[in-house]
């Protein structure tokens, strides 16, 4: 590395690609929240507990996601 | 008729074996890749030539990507990287050649004669972009389990900070992974089966009646320029996610404040100077 060590050298063509993945990631995290707790209410017979616990978890994964990609980009 | 399914259609058996046309479309990237890879390293000259320079390009644009962003470790993971952008824009760029998806065996299929082409883009597959999306997320923990050691990298995954939000904070952590991968392959399996989708209605819209047969010399002809760009784009997408993801697996370590090296990385290979692509 040269003098400008610790500046930011992520070009823009790396954003992009951030960007493309974190819209799709949200919607992901979200059904497989709420997949994975259809699955396990149908194989309990709980429906619907699982199936909210699972949502609320799949909302929560979707809101760490953009933490987790706000915090590196701050860090950056 | 030109029929796009979203299953790939098997042509043969071998054994316990399914071979489907996407099988092939893959395979015949791979070939293509390993005969210019032969060719590249007999022909190739310090003084590069048209044709090398040509060939290099696209090898040197996302060499000098990864090398801007890739931190210090940026020569370990390069040639995946690239052997990843390389792959799918082969496999992408060879779907659009007259003949693939369009030549194949006529079938009878309820009652409508569809045409089961003998070769198809690899990515129009999801088995294709799960399973490169899988040695992508391979990668990433393997390099992150380097950076970080088993243990710290488990404690990293597995228990959150404070520790009495670990109950709640761990599935979510795990679901936030476990999206990287169905991202990584979902997207590019939409984005490439979407592109064969709107080819094959393109052709059919304007091959549909007489009077609008002209058409189909030029409107399927725009939509093969667009799926060039979209081809490379997708490519450079995967590409560049999977490098950001190790990334960011390895700069885990340095944020932590761990100072051990578990890469076993000499320290003049991780302080090289950033030149001599991989």
């Known amino acids: ?76 | 008729m030109v029929h796009v399914d979203i299953a790939a259609e098997k042509l043969f058996a071998i054994g316990p074996l399914t071979v489907t046309n996407s099988m092939i479309g893959a395979l015949l990237a791979s070939i293509l890749l390993l005969l210019a890879a032969r060719w590249f390293t007999r022909r190739s000259g310090i003084v590069p030539s048209r044709g090398q320079s040509l060939i290099e390009l696209p090898i040197e644009l996302l060499a000098g990507i990864v090398r801007g962003t890739g931190g210090k470790r940026w020569r370990q993971f390069a040639p995946l990287i690239l052997a990843i952008f390389l792959f799918v824009l082969t496999a992408n760029w060879l779907s659009l050649l007259p003949g693939v998806g369009t030549v194949g065996l006529a079938e009878e299929v309820d009652g409508k004669r569809i045409i089961v082409p003998f070769v198809r883009a690899g990515a129009a597959d999801l088995n294709f972009t799960l399973g490169l999306a899988l040695i992508s997320f391979v990668a990433f923990i393997s390099f992150g389990l380097r950076a970080n050691g088993v243990r710290g990298y488990l404690k990293e995954l597995l228990i959150a900070e404070p520790a009495y939000m670990t109950p709640l904070l761990t599935p979510i952590h795990l679901i936030s992974e476990l999206s990287r991968v169905i991202s990584l392959s979902m997207r590019l399996f939409g984005n490439v089966f979407a592109g064969e989708v709107l080819l094959a209605t393109m052709l059919a819209l304007t091959t549909a009646t007489l009077f609008t047969l002209p058409l189909a010399f030029v409107v399927p002809g725009v939509f093969v320029g667009l799926e060039l760009l979209f081809g490379l784009v997708q490519a450079l997408v995967f590409a560049l996610l999977s490098m950001t993801y190790i990334t960011l697996a390895i700069a885990e370590h340095r944020q932590h404040g761990s100072s051990d090296d578990h890469s076993g990385a000499a320290p003049e290979q991780a302080t090289a100077p950033a030149h001599g692509a991989a």
């Not at chain 1, 919607?27 to 699982?50: E, K, N, Q």
């Open chain 1, 1 to 76: 590395m040269g003098p400008d060590q610790g500046k930011d050298e992520r070009p823009p063509s790396a954003n992009w690609a951030v960007a493309f993945d974190l819209g799709l990631r949200l919607g992901i995290s979200v059904i497989l929240g709420v997949g994975g707790g259809l699955l396990v209410d149908s194989w309990l017979h709980t429906s619907p507990i699982f199936t909210l616990i699972g949502m609320v978890l799949g909302i929560g994964a979707a809101m760490y996601t953009i933490w987790d990609v706000a915090r590196q980009s701050m860090r950056r």
